[in-house]
């Protein structure tokens, strides 16, 4: 069984300023600092230090080549992306004095998915394999719709959300994980006992997990439902929390770990990510997920 994630790829420009610019205002910046990211690329990374072989596929422009050699040093297979003409998705993000930031996301090459491009990717799976996706690349509906004539296991993680969402056949995905605002733009419901009713009434047959921030996780399928509290830690950067748990749920489910033992994978790994700066840099290794104690 082969694991897919199919995702974006993004270039992070970080800069430290006194305070986040004002219109009409040009700063200078004290720090700039560049780093791999993108909620594809930090699920690989997370599925990858959870001991998972995964293939990402995706499109990066012609200043993403730093990705090939990253991704392949960290045991993610780079066979299916791809380098198209134009610049990569980037995100231009201010952190200001007090640790507010403010970001503006270029999907550049995560926009640029043709359908023939999937295609191609797809024909290198088969039923059974499993695809993981987010929703910060374009032909997501697509991918969703041949990922599924193909009898593979889908599992998605609408985020961010946004009207695209409304495009795809959710009713096609095998498990669903959102997190707490996702599941109320998703549901319209503003508790998670509501959102995860509705999430069931709308797919009765989806594994449905709902993370809650420092306040954990619910996962529901049937008349399954298993309340995983977080684990408490000082939170220094609650960057690629989400990402973290995502791929230490996933790399649990097709480790065949219980659930209950997934869902204490995932918030230990997710807890461990939030004590340290950064995004991809901050999601840990199994053998440090195995030695923490709550
Ligand atoms: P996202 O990053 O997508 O917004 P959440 O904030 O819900 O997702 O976080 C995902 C998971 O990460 C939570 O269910 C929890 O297990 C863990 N987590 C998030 N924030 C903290 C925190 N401050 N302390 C401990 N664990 C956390």
Do not use: W
Not at 215 to 231: N, R, T, V
């Amino acid at each position: 069984m082969k694991v897919l994630n199919f995702g974006s790829l993004n270039l992070d420009y970080t800069y430290e300023v006194e305070h986040i610019v004002r219109e009409g205002e040009t700063i200078a910046a004290d720090q700039v600092q560049m780093n791999l990211g993108g909620k594809g690329f930090n699920q690989s990374m997370a599925l990858a230090r959870a001991g998972i072989s995964v293939y990402h596929a995706g499109l990066v422009g012609e200043e993403g080549i730093d990705f090939y050699d990253v991704c392949q040093d960290s045991g993610i297979k780079t066979d299916y992306i791809k380098t198209v003409v134009g610049r990569c998705g980037h995100t231009v993000i201010q952190v200001d004095e007090n640790g507010q930031n403010s970001i503006i996301l270029f999907g550049g090459a995560n926009r640029k998915n043709t359908k023939e491009y999937v295609d191609e990717v797809l024909a290198n799976f088969t039923s059974g394999d499993v695809i993981l996706l987010q929703n910060e690349i374009s032909e997501v509906p697509y991918i969703i719709e041949q990922a599924f004539k193909k009898g593979m296991t889908i599992v998605f993680n609408p985020s961010p959300y946004d009207e695209r969402i409304d495009e795809c056949d959710l009713g096609k995905v095998s498990t669903l994980i959102v997190n707490e605002t996702e599941g109320q733009q998703l549901t319209g419901m503003t508790t998670p006992s509501t959102i995860v009713a509705a999430m069931e009434a709308s797919f009765p047959n989806a594994k449905i997990v709902l993370t809650l921030g420092e306040k954990g996780s619910i996962y529901h399928l049937g008349d399954d439902e298993l309340y995983q509290p977080a684990f408490a830690v000082e939170a220094v950067d609650t960057t690629a929390a989400g990402d973290t748990f995502t791929g230490f749920f996933v790399a649990g489910l097709l480790k065949q770990y219980t659930v209950r033992d997934a869902l204490i994978k995932a918030s230990k790994a997710a807890a461990i990510a939030v004590t340290k700066p950064g995004a991809a840099l901050s999601i840990p290794f199994m053998s440090e997920v195995e030695l923490f104690e709550a």
